[in-house]
């Protein structure tokens, strides 16, 4: 039967094991998060990208076949990702919508034209290359002018560009720090047993034959952790699936099993080294170190 002493052993142990495993899947929780965001930074960008768009006025007098004979070739373009066509009534609505105010009372007419919004795959979002479309597009007769916000083109895309960088610059900082948290955890726990590891010595016991139940349990708690923490991800990011569904974080199975199995090894190899150089100190420290 356990004594008093024993039972408080036993739940200090537990409460211990518990504090270490949700420190190591709290870590491991919000460096997936972050390795979400830079496996999905492109997606992400291009989403942005794609919002931008290229209005294409018409000529008034332009008929309704040549509209369409324009259309199915914009369709047809590499860079298209999709396009609207606007008539004038409908871009005179928007307008009164927008302004509170109908223009046509006091003008008499509608001096707006039909056009179409053509949307650009990511890809094509650039100063250079939507010049060039424009340069193309210009040609065609029954154009007459075509409108885009050009600073705002060139401020996007130097945005992205810097964004990406310095979300990769974060990771590496991240990862670090994830690193060195769950280190200090590990350590924590095998410092409270520093006197058990040198009387094990002090009695025979080799180096490895220490070490050994020290490195399992640790990796033990680490895959505890890993676990907790994959799971935690994987309800993320449902819910952000759900709420952001133009993201498509789902769509691609293969990057988000890579995303879980870099986590769930991370903590595992984290675990083991930390143990491992933790319980190699405490072996080679001397016996009246331990108290410092």
Do not use: C, H
Request: hydrophobic share 45%; proline share 2%; glycine share 4%.
């Amino acid at each position: 039967m356990s004594t008093p002493f024993e039972k408080y052993q036993k739940r200090r142990l537990r409460s211990s094991y518990i504090s270490v495993i949700l420190s190591i899947a709290f870590v491991l929780f919000l460096l997936g998060l972050f390795g979400l965001l830079v496996l999905n930074t492109k997606k992400v960008s291009d989403y942005f990208k794609e919002q931008a768009s290229i209005t294409i006025f018409l000529q008034d007098d332009v008929d309704t076949q040549t509209v369409k004979n324009l259309q199915t070739v914009l369709k047809s373009e590499d860079y298209t990702k999709s396009i609207t066509y606007v008539s004038k009534e409908e871009a005179a609505e928007l307008a009164k919508k927008e302004n509170g105010e109908d223009f046509m009372d006091f003008l008499g007419y509608n001096p707006l034209k039909n056009s179409i919004d053509l949307y650009l795959k990511a890809d094509f979002v650039s100063p250079e290359k939507m010049s060039e479309i424009e340069s193309q597009l210009i040609k065609k007769e029954a154009v007459f002018e075509i409108s885009y916000d050009k600073s705002l083109i060139a401020i996007l895309t130097k945005n992205v560009k810097q964004i990406s960088l310095w979300v990769l610059i974060f990771s590496g900082i991240f990862t670090l720090i994830a690193m060195i948290l769950i280190n200090n955890s590990i350590r924590l726990s095998v410092y409270s047993k520093r006197f058990t590891i040198k009387t094990m010595q002090m009695v025979g016991a080799t180096k490895r034959f220490i070490r050994r139940p020290f490195v399992l349990n640790s990796v033990k708690l680490g895959a505890v952790g890993s676990l907790l923490a994959v799971a935690a991800l994987a309800v993320a990011i449902y819910y952000m699936n759900d709420n952001f569904p133009e993201f498509g974080f789902l769509e691609n199975t293969t990057l988000l099993a890579i995303l879980f199995g870099g986590v769930f090894i991370l903590g595992i190899i984290i675990t083991w080294l930390s143990a491992f150089f933790a319980t190699q100190r405490f072996l080679n420290l001397r016996t009246d170190q331990l108290y410092y």
